[in-house]
Every structure is written in C-alpha cells, then in structure tokens.
C-alpha cells in the first residue's frame, strides 16, 4: 500500500484531464520535483485516457501505448491496483462507469480526484471516503495559489518544451482551465 507524507497532496487523475496535451503535460509537471502534488491513477484510467486519445483525438494506438509509456515510466509509483471488491464501496457514484476513479482514490489515499466531470462525483459519496472532487481549473487555480512562482516556472519549462513560451501554454489551457489562465495572465501582465 502507498502512504503519503503528512500533509501532501495526492491526487487521482481521471482519464478527461489527461487526454489533453497541454493540461496533461502540466498537471504531470506538477508532479515532477519539486512536486506540488503526487499522481496517481488505475489501468482502467489509462485505458480509459488511451481509447480516448485514439477516438477524439485521432491519435495512432502507438502514440496512444507511447504516452502511457513514457506516464508509467516518469510516474511508476502513480500506478494504484483496483481490486474488485472495493468497487463496491464505491456503489454511491450513479455510473458503474465512474467508479473505478473513487476506487482508486480510496486504494491511493488520495486527497482528491482531479476530473472535469466533478458531476459524476457526489460530494456526499466522496465525502465518505475524505476524497474531495476538483474540476482541473479549480486544482490549477489553488496550487497557483499555495506555490505561485513554482507554477511560473513549470509553465516556462512547459513552453520550453516545446520551443513556445508562457502564453502559447496559457492560451492552450484556456479551454480546460480558464479562471487558472486568467489569473496568471492578470498576475503577468
């Protein structure tokens, strides 16, 4: 079983916020050291991330295997066994379909679920097990908070990344997170 140290933030990803490139590429900078929080996620949410990549974003079942590749190898420790039985405890999400994310939350003592369907997630369900429900915006938008300098830099190595800088990185997390851009735009300018 993985504990986390006193105090730190451990947070499932659901597959909807890894599909997207730029918010995928942050939310896993984050994690990298210095970290802001610990990842975790199931087989099922990297299958779910990877039929998803291949059906909306078109992607070849390569680059799809690739990217869950190069996650398991950046984050092996991210990786949280889902037995069965426990998607029982988990009956007080409505869709069969959500449950395996509260399920390894609970198996990952995690802190919270990061995913924007936070609808599908009753907080009187998650409450239950001490697990809160984030859209990505909201968890962005409160690590910016807590670390603000530390985000900067992690959107600059972003940029770098990929040879653009901070605001080609903003611009392309607009969508998913548009009160955390905001914000940082308004810090920048």
């Not at 995928?24 to 210095?34: H, I, K, S």
Request: proline share 6%.
């Amino acid at each position: 079983m993985i504990f986390a140290r006193e105090n730190e933030c451990v947070a499932v990803l659901d597959a909807c916020v890894l599909v997207p490139v730029s918010l995928c590429d942050l939310l896993l900078r984050l994690a990298e050291e210095p970290a802001i929080y610990r990842p975790r996620w199931s087989e099922e949410i990297l299958r779910e991330m990877s039929g998803a990549l291949r059906t909306k974003l078109r992607r070849s079942t390569e680059e799809a295997e690739w990217r869950q590749s190069q996650m398991e190898k950046a984050f092996p420790e991210a990786m949280i066994t889902v037995p069965p039985e426990l998607l029982k405890a988990a009956e007080c999400i409505p869709d069969p379909k959500d449950r395996h994310v509260l399920a390894a939350a609970i198996m990952g003592r995690a802190n919270l679920i990061v995913t924007q369907n936070t609808k599908h997630f009753p907080q009187s369900c998650v409450e239950k097990f001490s697990v809160v429900c984030q859209t990505a915006d909201v968890f962005l938008t409160r690590q910016y908070h807590l670390a603000p300098q530390l985000m900067l830099d992690k959107l600059d190595n972003q940029g770098a990344g990929i040879a653009k800088d901070r605001e080609f990185v903003l611009r392309s997390l607009r969508a998913a997170a548009p009160e955390f851009v905001r914000r940082v735009e308004s810090r920048i300018l």
